[in-house]
């Protein structure tokens, strides 16, 4: 997808990831403020969610993978700010906060993955959890955007190591 590695290209393709949502103008209506695009529309689906997954794993198509993934995350991120909080994890630092951060420690020092796939593996498995079954995966939106953070400082503090 990019001949070249500079970042306006890169900057392009993440841009170009917004076309994702040309399929809104498949639903009645087109716009409603109080819908949740995750799993309303065809391109926001789990199945399309894996399939960015796995472009962004590509090295060939690896920025425009990053964008939809990107892209799908802030659009979660949206739909949790408009659902009533149901969480069961509501503070915004607890003990999986500190795993999670000892977990990307080890990936960043003991493992050759890059940073960029390092985010597209953990913003997978940070929207997965709300769909396992178990009691810790139950965290709001803030929870979330905490573990991101804590996943990126661990695995950098990993790497510098």
């Known amino acids: 997808m990019k001949t070249e590695n500079n970042w306006k290209n890169r900057a392009l393709t993440y841009f170009s990831a ?3 949502d040309i399929d809104h103008f498949l639903a009645q209506p087109v716009y409603d403020p109080n819908r949740c695009s995750i799993n309303f529309h065809p391109s926001h689906s789990e199945y ?3 399939g960015f997954s796995l472009l962004a794993l590509n090295p060939q198509t690896k ?4 964008g939809l993934l990107i892209h799908m995350g802030l659009d979660y991120i949206d739909c949790e700010l ?3 909080n ?4 509501t503070d915004t630092f607890n003990e999986y906060t500190l795993l999670h951060f000892l977990f990307w420690y080890g990936m ?3 493992t050759d993955l890059r940073t960029d796939d390092m985010f597209a593996i953990s913003m997978v498995w ?5 769909k396992l079954p178990f009691e810790f995966a139950k965290e709001d939106w803030m929870n979330k955007t905490v573990d991101l953070i804590s996943n990126y400082l661990g695995f950098m503090s990993g790497r510098a190591n």
């Open 48 to 50: 399309a969610l894996f």
């Open 86 to 89: 149901n969480s069961i994890q």
């Open 126 to 130: 940070e929207v997965a959890e709300f």
């Open 63 to 66: 920025d425009l993978g990053t």
């Open 108 to 110: 960043g020092k003991y």
């Open 82 to 84: 408009m659902k009533k």
């Open 18 to 20: 917004n076309f994702v």
